[in-house]
């Protein structure tokens, strides 16, 4: 594929080619110029080359970021992260990170009931002021001070998308039968039991698999274990939160550790 340089000018006269330059606001692209302007050709090089190492560092810092919040891990401090459906929170160092949502919006909630303002999407940033945003363009900047909360509002659509997508990442075996199970299919069952003194955590492929496990490992230690509602018992020793019941934490226990393993080979 022809390249552009730094500047903006291709390599090889390709009129496909995309501008980098459209990533510059119109102010940007004038001060770029200008910039370019004082410069002999021996000093663009050097910043050609100054751009890319700083450039291939950052992907390099951002890819192994990211294969450590792949691994459940937090990329902060290094402890297990608490995984949901659309977010990754480290209780040990408060680090965070959240998706938002596309169909849906956001809504900015002024101090003393002043009202709301909705955008399409916006942005936290670091000194607690929000960027609205409408259209691609930024329709509003409010001021930290200005308002009480962010709400992101996420249609049921969205979610049942996001929970369908997330579980197409997993590779679950059914506790009995051992075939690949599909969580969105009829039948499906995410159940936790104890044996012993540890609860455990079983998926099933139908109701038929579940109930030949049922029948062939009741759990004589604790009476009704299948019945019991988890949170409401203190007989075994908890390896899941109140919320274990969701797909949003089963990345936890069935990520592909297959397609890990290939990775790093």
Not at 71 to 78: E, I, Q, T, V
Not at 87 to 98: K, L, P, R, T
């Amino acid at each position: 594929m022809p390249m552009l340089d730094l500047f903006g000018r291709k390599k090889d006269d390709d009129p496909l080619e995309t501008d980098p330059n459209m990533l510059l606001s119109d102010e940007q692209r004038e001060s770029l110029e200008h910039d370019m302007a004082l410069l002999d050709n021996t000093q663009e090089h050097r910043i050609q080359k100054a751009v890319e190492e700083e450039v291939h560092s950052a992907a390099e810092n951002s890819a192994k970021r990211l294969n450590v919040i792949r691994m459940g891990r937090c990329p902060k401090c290094g402890e297990a992260l608490s995984i949901h459906l659309a977010a990754s929170i480290c209780e040990n160092c408060g680090w965070y990170h959240y998706a938002r949502p596309k169909e849906g919006c956001i809504r900015i909630h002024l101090h003393g009931n002043d009202g709301v303002v909705e955008g399409k999407k916006g942005y936290v940033l670091k000194n607690g002021d929000v960027l609205v945003v409408n259209n691609d363009v930024v329709v509003a900047k409010i001021p930290a001070a200005s308002y009480s909360r962010v709400e992101y509002v996420w249609t049921p659509e969205e979610i049942t998308n996001l929970s369908k997508r997330t579980a197409s990442y997993f590779q679950i075996s059914c506790g009995w039968c051992g075939d690949d199970v599909d969580v969105n299919k009829d039948g499906f069952h995410l159940i936790h039991v104890a044996f012993g003194t540890t609860q455990e955590r079983y998926c099933f492929c139908s109701d038929e698999c579940y109930e030949a496990f049922r029948k062939t490992y009741p759990s004589r230690v604790h009476r009704n274990c299948y019945e019991r509602n988890c949170a409401d018992c203190n007989l075994c020793v908890k390896r899941y939160g109140d919320e274990a019941e969701g797909m949003r934490v089963l990345a936890k226990d069935f990520l592909r550790a297959s397609k890990l393993n290939s990775n790093k080979k």
